[in-house]
């Protein structure tokens, strides 16, 4: 059993039935989360102490009142135990979804009270393009002698840029996706005037008697 969908499908009932108040929804919460405690066995212990507390109850006549509602109208199984030493036992492992409508029923529902903040795509399914993609390589070699010419760098710098990333597929050090080629361009010429700066810098006569 998928007990996310069982929760699902429990809401969902819980949603139509207009037999239920806040403290019946409460209840059953804690019961389920007591069941998640308990690694979600066909049945399990209840102590009223701490499901009441759980539940934000303070009158036991209420607890008790509200826990046989839940098992007269189908929600779980409540099996009470008289004995002080025998906990009293809950079953919450209806399935709930078996009439195989649990999506429509909660599209339905969702339609008709979806909160501002949710979008109405929550149950399609869209592709959309990634704004990160937009000017990822340029449309041709052309483009970018264009865009080398505005910015008054070196045609020849153009052509090793292109012939560069074209061969590894527009990709930063082969592996990922370049976002915005414009941006690497000028990253590759700041490089390459470093490296005419430093090539200008060496002695080509050095005096190797001149100290370090």
Not at 41 to 51: G, I, M, S
């Amino acid at each position: 059993m998928n007990y996310i969908k069982h929760l699902n499908a429990v809401l969902v009932e819980i949603h139509g039935d207009d037999r239920l108040a806040p403290g019946h929804v409460s209840l059953y919460l804690a019961l389920f989360f007591y069941w998640n405690l308990h690694r979600f066995p066909e049945q399990f212990p209840v102590n009223r102490k701490e499901l009441m507390r759980m539940a934000k109850m303070g009158s036991k006549s209420t607890y008790h009142r509200l826990l046989r509602n839940l098992d007269d109208w189908g929600y779980l199984a409540y099996s009470p135990s008289n004995s002080p030493s025998r906990p009293s036992t809950v079953k919450l492992s209806k399935n709930w979804d078996d009439s195989g409508t649990l999506l429509e029923r909660t599209r339905t529902i969702f339609g008709a009270y979806r909160p501002i903040s949710v979008p109405v795509t929550i149950y399609k399914k869209t592709y959309q393009t990634s704004k990160r993609s937009t000017g990822a390589k340029p449309k041709s070699q052309l483009e970018v002698l264009d865009f080398f010419k505005e910015k008054e760098y070196r045609l020849e710098e153009a052509f090793k840029f292109f012939n560069h990333y074209q061969a590894i597929g527009w990709k930063v050090g082969g592996k990922v996706p370049i976002v915005d080629w414009k941006a690497a361009a000028d990253n590759w010429m700041l490089k390459a005037k470093e490296l005419k700066s430093d090539h200008l810098m060496v002695k080509t006569k050095k005096d190797y008697g001149e100290p370090l």
